[in-house]
């Protein structure tokens, strides 16, 4: 497996305040990854010391074979800011041509690329205005366009999709998917958990500063399992224990989650052998939403 992100305890501390405590993960060439956690838990700390923008106080890592810090591994990356800002006298077009050779692209590949993005954002009729009259929605997707123009192996994104409409997600989630089919690896942040569902391929939950789970979003996450019995005892809820996790049980029903659909027919049969009589045994696939609170715990989730 050829690893473009590897972070082995990094950490960084603003005086007292640990912002990211302890980060470790692998991300795998081509893959889409998200990065979740609630306002502070040190998303964007933690990409900028991937992106060598913010030096860490401890722990190492390497970012497409070279060390975090380090030119070379900067060099194939590209990055959309959490708030992307520019000069707002220049027009799309030379914003972008103006990252485009900061980042060595020859002028004859620049015109051509610059045309390609601007029309993959939606972008090539405001190209020639300046960027004062660009909508947020406008600016976000120059923004990416502006990540991509160096055709970079691997683009951090932070909150890409902040701030767009539905029509402007939407497009922003194609252009992601289209870098899967090239090979190119994304790293990004996200409150907007439909849209980390529809294009990622694993996730990352981080509460504050430190990576708390990790989940392929392909394999489909442990499903739920929903019982209706005719009465629901302390042994049959203690049996059950022994198949996964209750989640919540009232008189009548239990919420459970299972490790994956195959133990459903299991989880049945015991019952059955346990004469419970069942009503209703039924699947559900837990939304990212819900795995999120779940993984958070309450105390997250008043904001
Ligand atoms: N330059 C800084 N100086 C001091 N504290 C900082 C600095 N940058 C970030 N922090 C603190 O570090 C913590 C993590 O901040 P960070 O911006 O990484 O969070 P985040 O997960 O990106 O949040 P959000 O979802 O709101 O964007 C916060 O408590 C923040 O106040
Ligand atoms: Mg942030």
Redesign the pocket.
Known sequence: MAWVIEAEGLRKA?GD?V?VADLSLRVAEGEIFGFL?P????????MKMLLGLVRPTAGRGRVLGHPVGSRESRRWAGFLP?HFRFHDWMTGRELLDFHGRLHGVGAAARGERIADLLAQVDLTDAADRPLRTYSKGMQQRLGLAQALIHRPRLVFLDEPTSGLDPIGRILVRDIILRLRGEGITAFF?S?ILGDVEAVCDRVAFLKRGQIIHETSLREGFAPELHLTLGAVSAELVNGLASFGKTLRTTEREVWMRVAAEADVPEVVRWLVGQGAAIYGARVQRPSLETLFLETMGPDERAG
């Not at 306002?39 to 933690?46: E, L, S, V």
Request: glycine share 20%.
């Open positions: 603003f305040k912002a956690g306002n502070g838990a040190g998303k964007t700390t933690a959490e942040n409150h």
